[in-house]
C-alpha cells in the first residue's frame, strides 16, 4: 500500500505503518491534553493507541496463522487508523476454513480480553500503569474495553469485517459461493443503511463513516466474487492479447519507450528465441530510463523471477497468480512457447463486454 513504511516483521509478515496513522496518533494526544492541559495525559493517549494496536496486531496475526494452516500465505499486514489489514494471497474456498480464519482474529480477542481481566481482578493491578490515563478511566480498564469492542464490531455480518466472512462461510455451506457472498453483501448494506440513518439522527459522525466503509467494502467483495466467479468458466487463450510486442535482453530501454509511446502495451516478455527469459515493467523501465537513459539494456533492468500463465487453464486461476506479482501482465505459453500476454485491462474488458452481451449493467469489475 502506498504511503507505507515498514516498522518490523512478526512470524515472518511484514508489518507496515500507513501514514494516515500519524493523524490518528495526534488527535488521539491532543484529545488525551485538553481536559487537564497535562502532557502525562497526552502521553497517556499514545501508549493506548500503541497498545491498542498491538491487540489489532494480534487480532490480524490470529486470522494469518490460522489461514497458513491451510497452505495460504500472508504478504503484509498494514496498520490504518481504522484498524489493521491483512492481505492474504487468496481467501479460502471451502466454507469450513473461511470460518476457521474469519473466526480467528475474534477468537484472539477473547483471549486477550480474559488476560486482561484477570490482571484487573489482581489487587493493585499493574500500579506503574494505574496513574496513566485516557480521558478517564486506567490504561488496563480503557483497553479491557477497547478490545471487548473491536471483537464485537468485527463479528457484526457485514464486509468487509469478520462477521461477513462468517456469514458467507455458513450460507455457502448450503449455495455456490458467489451467490453466499451476494446474500451476505445485501444484508450487510442493509445494516449499513441502518447505521448511516441512526447517525444522522444521533450526529454520531464515527457511525456514519463507518456505515459508508461498510456500504462500499461490501459492493467491492460482492463484485470481486461475481467477476472471479465468471472468470472460472473462462480459458486464459479466450482472453490473452495476441497482438504484442516482445524485446530482447540486448535491446535498449529506448525500444521499449518507444512501443508504450505508440500505444502497444506496459509490460513487455523478453525472449531468447521461443523461450520466455523475463519481463520488463513500466516501473522498471522508467527506473532504468532515470538511471542510465535510452541506452541502458533492457536485460540489465528486466524481472527474471516472473510468474506465467498456460493458455488452456482457468482465467481466475492465472489471474490468482497475477496478483501476487508487481506486473499487470503474464506471459501466456502453450507448449513452452511464447503465445500471448494476459493483462488486467484485457480481462476488465472482456468481463465488461460479456455483461453489455448479457444486458447486465455495466461496471469496471475489480481485479
Request: charged share 20%.
Amino acid at each position: 500500500m502506498k504511503w507505507s513504511w515498514r516498522i518490523g516483521r512478526v512470524a515472518g509478515i511484514d508489518l507496515y505503518l500507513h501514514a494516515t496513522f500519524l493523524i490518528l496518533v495526534g488527535y488521539v494526544a491532543w484529545s488525551a491534553y485538553q481536559p487537564r492541559r497535562l502532557a502525562a495525559d497526552a502521553f497517556g493517549g499514545v501508549l493506548f493507541i500503541a497498545l491498542f494496536f498491538g491487540v489489532v496486531v494480534l487480532h490480524e496475526l490470529g486470522h494469518c496463522l490460522t489461514a497458513r494452516r491451510f497452505g495460504i500465505a500472508t504478504h503484509d499486514i498494514t496498520l490504518l487508523p481504522i484498524g489493521g489489514l491483512a492481505r492474504l494471497e487468496r481467501m479460502p474456498e471451502k466454507p469450513g476454513q473461511e470460518l476457521l480464519v474469519a473466526l480467528a482474529g475474534p477468537a484472539v480477542n477473547v483471549v486477550i480480553g480474559i488476560a486482561l481481566y484477570v490482571l484487573l481482578r489482581v489487587p493493585d493491578p499493574a500500579h506503574l500503569l494505574d496513574g496513566v490515563r485516557l480521558v478517564g478511566g486506567s490504561l488496563l480498564v480503557n483497553l479491557f474495553y477497547a478490545n471487548a469492542l473491536m471483537a464485537v464490531f468485527n463479528l457484526v455480518p457485514a464486509f468487509p469485517m469478520d462477521g461477513g466472512r462468517v456469514l458467507r462461510a455458513l450460507l455457502a455451506l448450503r449455495l455456490d459461493y458467489a451467490r453466499a457472498t451476494a446474500t451476505a453483501a445485501t444484508i450487510g448494506q442493509a445494516m449499513a443503511w441502518g447505521f448511516g440513518s441512526i447517525s444522522l439522527f444521533t450526529h454520531n459522525w464515527w457511525l456514519l463513516i463507518i456505515a459508508v466503509f461498510v456500504f462500499l467494502g461490501a459492493e467491492a467483495e460482492a463484485d470481486f466474487v461475481q467477476t472471479r466467479s465468471k472468470l472460472s468458466a473462462v480459458k486464459v487463450e479466450d482472453v490473452m492479447v495476441r497482438e504484442f510486442r516482445a524485446l530482447q535482453a540486448q535491446d535498449r530501454l529506448a525500444v521499449a519507450a518507444q512501443h508504450i509511446l505508440a500505444g502497444f502495451q506496459q509490460d513487455f516478455p523478453v525472449v531468447d528465441g521461443d523461450k520466455v527469459v523475463g519481463v520488463l515493467t513500466r516501473r522498471q523501465l522508467l527506473t532504468g530510463l532515470a538511471r542510465q537513459g535510452p541506452t541502458g539494456a533492457v536485460g540489465d533492468y528486466m524481472e527474471r523471477d516472473f510468474r506465467t500463465a498456460f493458455h488452456w487453464e482457468t482465467t481466475d486461476a492465472a489471474f490468482q497468480r497475477l496478483e501476487d506479482c508487481p506486473c499487470r501482465s503474464l506471459p501466456v505459453l502453450r507448449e513452452g512457447r511464447l503465445a500471448g500476454m494476459l493483462t488486467t485491462d484485457n480481462v476488465g474488458e472482456y468481463v465488461m463486454i460479456q455483461a453489455a452481451l448479457r444486458g447486465e449493467r455495466i461496471r469496471r469489475p475489480l481485479l
